[in-house]
């Protein structure tokens, strides 16, 4: 066994591939406010290389970290030191990761064979590309691929507009993917284009809507940390600019948006998952979307895709306040879940960001919100931290089902409240 994990960290090192051979994904129960503080604390010991899944917020939310093999010795002394408890969620986050790259694998090589492409799978950027000209050429009447800027390493942003004509009429946009790692948030946006596409002309609410507003997905809001999470490192969160005076790479380009920027919940620190960047709209990703928002000016309803937790949220994230909105936006909400529940039962919390996870600045549903965009809303995929962000590919489709419901719920919604 010891020759084999040998053998492969050989092979991913001949491809600059990051490995994590016996690290282990811990799920942490903070009992007081006392732990909680001591737990932020762990936060700061770069040293340990920690990589906070879920972070410290509160006795009501568990924290969920990876730990490096290196490091689990001493991070697993200083829990018990401090009588803090914890279960492993993921004993070798590698297998995990093994085990996904075969079945990616052995897809790629099935879609070649038949000459099909299977929703049910993770695909490359490339290949969602590639797909997304077969949908267009598929539905031409209804589907449009549009160039909407360049990413920071010069890789096309497209977006899928779905529109039955008429020039910037009320629409409808959705983003998924905005944290590269997050595979299950990309994949629901391969599947629900193709569910409007197919679902066009047959599905008499969706078809109502599409006569009246215009949808627009983003599928790979972060193509270059996309693409760096398939080749070199799957856990990797953030864009790939590069920083002055740093040599850690990437802004979390969710907090990078101009709402309450630099504030509590993003960090100053280069280096840390959740950089808020040197300025609002730093990211070329994100300044490509702001631009294609403001010349619209008629978005009627902003949803961004994440994963994980099981959460639906609304503004506001980089305050606890109560949006103007709120009541309307918490029931509309509510029934898009009781909707996505339905379908296999899966479970989801509604609130505000900052009341029901933690205070995060810098995000884009609270900027949509800003520009006067009422119905914004982020979702929080599966699952609850069994896999996290190594969700199994067979929970594809059943994970984008369930959220196509909440999703379909909003949109009619909007299109039926006009503002």
Request: aromatic residues 12%.
């Amino acid at each position: 066994m010891k020759g084999l994990w040998f053998l492969l960290v050989l092979v991913a090192a001949a491809k600059a591939e990051k490995v994590f051979f016996g690290d282990q994904v811990l799920r942490i129960v903070a009992t007081s406010q006392e732990q909680i503080q001591v737990l932020q604390s762990l936060e700061a010991r770069y040293e340990w290389e920690l990589d906070y899944w879920l972070h410290p917020v509160s006795v009501e939310l568990p924290v969920e970290v990876r730990v490096p093999r290196a490091h689990l010795d001493a991070v697993t002394e200083f829990l018990h030191d401090h009588n803090i408890s914890f279960e492993v969620m993921i004993d070798n986050l590698q297998e995990l990761l093994d085990e996904e790259k075969e079945e990616m694998e052995m897809n790629r090589v099935m879609e070649r064979s038949t000459r099909s492409f299977n929703f049910g799978a993770y695909h490359t950027l490339d290949t969602i590309y590639s797909w997304m000209d077969t949908l267009v050429a598929q539905y031409p009447n209804l589907v449009t691929k549009e160039l909407i800027g360049k990413s920071y390493e010069n890789r096309p942003m497209y977006v899928l507009k779905f529109s039955t004509g008429g020039n910037k009429r009320p629409a409808i946009w959705i983003d998924t993917g905005i944290h590269s790692r997050e595979w299950v948030s990309q994949a629901t946006g391969v599947w629900t284009a193709n569910k409007i596409a197919s679902d066009y002309g047959r599905d008499t609410s969706l078809t109502s809507l599409l006569t009246q507003m215009d949808i627009y997905l983003l599928i790979l809001a972060n193509p270059d940390g996309y693409v760096y999470s398939h080749t070199n490192d799957r856990m990797w969160r953030k864009t790939r600019s590069r920083n002055t005076g740093s040599v850690c790479q990437g802004v979390d380009p969710n907090r990078n948006w101009d709402a309450g920027f630099g504030g509590p919940g993003a960090s100053r620190n280069p280096c840390s998952d959740s950089y808020h960047g040197p300025s609002a709209h730093s990211e070329v990703e994100v300044k490509n979307v702001v631009n294609l928002i403001k010349n619209h000016g008629n978005f009627k309803s902003f949803i961004s895709v994440h994963a994980y937790s099981q959460l639906l949220m609304y503004p506001y994230g980089f305050n606890c306040n109560h949006v103007p909105d709120m009541a309307e936006l918490d029931a509309v909400g509510r029934a898009a879940v009781q909707k996505l529940t339905s379908l296999y039962g899966t479970r989801y919390k509604v609130g505000s960001i900052c009341r029901i996870i933690y205070q995060a600045s810098g995000g884009s549903i609270d900027w949509s919100y800003n520009m006067g965009i009422k119905y914004s809303y982020a979702f929080e995929l599966r699952d609850t931290g069994r896999f996290g962000f190594i969700l199994p590919a067979n929970q594809i489709i059943p994970t984008a089902s369930e959220t196509w419901l909440a999703l379909k719920h909003i949109m009619e919604y909007v299109r039926d409240h006009p503002y």
